[in-house]
């Protein structure tokens, strides 16, 4: 089960941490990503991390959104810095594995006031 927080109302240039508990797996045995969907768009890739830690950014996000995963917690993380109006959405995270397929929490709401 995958369970997103820490979204919610933040003005322009400010920060954000979102968490997705994922609880009942492994998370250095599977990949596991970011996603957004905005209104009237489809959803978005935003950021990965596979097994060994390598990570993979969209280039909308490069350099100011970070994904980690605390292992031991069973916990992922966003960081979003810098945020704009367009990074308004809904955010999902992703686990993805070859036994397990894609498995997606329920999202979180980032709104982003100009």
């Known amino acids: 089960q995958l369970q997103a927080s820490g979204g919610g109302l933040v003005q322009a240039g400010g920060s954000l941490r979102l968490s997705c508990a994922a609880s009942?797996?492994?998370?250095?045995?599977?990949?596991i990503g970011w996603f957004r969907q905005a209104p009237g768009k489809e959803r978005e890739f935003l950021a990965s991390?596979?097994?060994?830690?390598?990570?993979n950014y969209a280039d909308s996000v490069k350099g100011r959104f970070a994904i980690s995963r605390d292992i031991r917690k069973k916990t992922v993380y966003l960081q979003m810095n810098n945020l704009t109006a367009e990074d308004t959405a809904v955010y999902y995270c992703?686990?993805?594995?070859?036994?397990?397929?894609?498995?997606w929490g329920q999202g979180t709401q980032v709104t982003v006031s100009s």
């Open positions: 992703n686990i993805r594995g070859a036994r397990i397929g894609d498995k």
């Open positions: 009942g797996f492994t998370l250095d045995h599977y990949a």
């Open positions: 991390m596979i097994s060994n830690g390598l990570t």
